[in-house]
C-alpha cells in the first residue's frame, strides 16, 4: 500500500495550494479517507476527512471554511484545496487511510509519506 501525497510548496499569506494523495495498492473507495499535519515541535494533528460513503466530509475548526476535501475514486486519488492560508498551517500534511473514522492519529491504518506546507506572512 502506497499514499503518495504531493502539491506542498511556499505560499505567501492568503495564497492557495492544491494537495494530491495518489493511492496505490488499496481502493479509496472502500476507505474514509483523510488529512492531518504536524508542525514544528507539535503532534500531529487531524485536519479533513471524506467518508466513502455520500462523500460526506468533516474539518477541523481550525480550517473550516478554508480547506476543501474531495476525492475521485475514478482516479483513486484524494484532494485538499488550501484555501486564504495562514501563517500557522505551515505544517507537513499526511494523507491518511481508515476503515474507521480517520480522524485520530492513533487509529489510522495507513500513511502517506507528506508534503511540505509553508506560508509566508
Known amino acids: 500500500v502506497q499514499l503518495q501525497a504531493s502539491g506542498g510548496g511556499l505560499v505567501q499569506a492568503g495564497g492557495s495550494l492544491r494537495l494530491s494523495c495518489a493511492a496505490s495498492g488499496l481502493t479509496i473507495s472502500h476507505y474514509v479517507m483523510g488529512w492531518f499535519r504536524q508542525a514544528p515541535g507539535k503532534e500531529r494533528e487531524f485536519v479533513a476527512r471524506?467518508?466513502?460513503?455520500?462523500?460526506?466530509?468533516y474539518y477541523s475548526d481550525s480550517v473550516k471554511g478554508r480547506f476543501t476535501i474531495s476525492r475521485d475514486d475514478a482516479k483513486n486519488t484524494m484532494y485538499l484545496q488550501l484555501d486564504s492560508l495562514k501563517p500557522e498551517d505551515t505544517a507537513v500534511y499526511y494523507c491518511?487511510?481508515?476503515?474507521?473514522?480517520?480522524?485520530?492519529?492513533?487509529?489510522?491504518?495507513?500513511w502517506g509519506q507528506g508534503t511540505q506546507v509553508t506560508v509566508s506572512s
Open positions: 491518511a487511510a481508515d476503515n474507521g473514522a480517520c480522524d485520530r492519529v492513533q487509529d489510522v491504518d495507513y
Open positions: 471524506i467518508a466513502w460513503r455520500y462523500h460526506a466530509t
